[in-house]
């Protein structure tokens, strides 16, 4: 079985905030990948990254950064210098080599960024 | 096409009704999913194709739901005597991956989604 927890169910921050999203999945097999997605309230879920278990480099892209810590199970999703348009549902997910091609979601965080 | 086009995008129907729901995935893209989405959840597992055949169907709800690709491009998804419960979004995404000689070999293994079809049960 495989799960991922997205504790925050809502954040909001003032524009030009740092805001990081927290992720903690659970699985048993050794190789699987994380993802995050963006859905926007047009509703359409856009990949942001993924990553795999044996890389464990964080990874900068623009104003959005990742870090991956195995030790602990989670994949937390950094935006610097947010924006208004950076407003949007997140879901951090997971797929392992146990769960054929099925992504597991966690529940999403509602980030809202004020201008 | 560039995307995954889903349509109808809403969909109005009375309990007890049949609805078809449409997905057409990324030119080329070989692995076609279905997922549903509530108010407030992720979105979950329903069903996945390679090609015409469906992989996985572990994650249909009931013998009511049901999926098709027939020449392993568009899908329906397809869903009997539709009760109030099955209110939600449900989203398509399709993923390119390569079969090989001696199993299946993932390319990337991202899943692009589409905007999804908003099903309302009256």
């Known amino acids: 079985a495989q799960k991922v927890t997205q504790a925050q169910t809502e954040i909001s921050v003032v524009e030009k905030e740092d805001v990081t999203l927290d992720c903690v999945y659970e699985?048993?097999?050794?190789?699987?990948?994380l993802f995050w997605y963006k859905q926007p309230p047009s509703g359409e879920l856009v990949f942001l990254i993924r990553r795999n278990s044996f890389d464990e480099q964080n990874e900068i892209s623009g104003r959005y950064s990742w870090n991956f810590q195995k030790s602990t199970s989670s994949f937390n999703f950094t935006i610097t210098a947010s924006q208004v348009v950076d407003s949007a549902v997140y879901f951090c997910?997971?797929?392992?080599?146990?769960?054929?091609?099925?992504?597991?979601f966690g529940s999403g965080t509602q980030l809202t960024v004020l201008p | 096409g560039a995307g995954v086009s889903q349509t109808p995008s809403n969909k109005v129907t009375e309990k007890g009704k049949y609805v078809e729901l449409r997905c057409d995935p990324i030119?080329?893209?070989?692995?076609l999913y279905w997922y549903r989405q509530s108010l407030g959840q992720g979105p979950e597992f329903l069903i996945y194709f390679q090609g015409t055949g469906a992989a996985d169907d572990s994650g249909l709800p009931n013998d009511r739901f049901f999926a098709v690709r027939p020449e392993g491009s568009v899908s329906t998804l397809k869903i009997q005597r539709t009760e109030r419960g099955d209110s939600a979004v449900y989203l398509c995404?399709?993923?390119?991956?390569?079969?090989?000689?001696?199993?299946?070999?993932?390319?990337?293994?991202?899943?692009?989604f589409g905007a999804g079809t908003r099903l309302s049960v009256l």
């Open positions: 995404a399709s993923s390119l991956i390569l079969v090989g000689g001696t199993g299946i070999k993932l390319v990337k293994n991202i899943q692009y």
């Open positions: 997910a997971l797929i392992s080599s146990g769960s054929a091609r099925q992504l597991t």
């Open positions: 030119s080329g893209h070989t692995a």
């Open positions: 699985t048993r097999d050794t190789t699987y990948y």
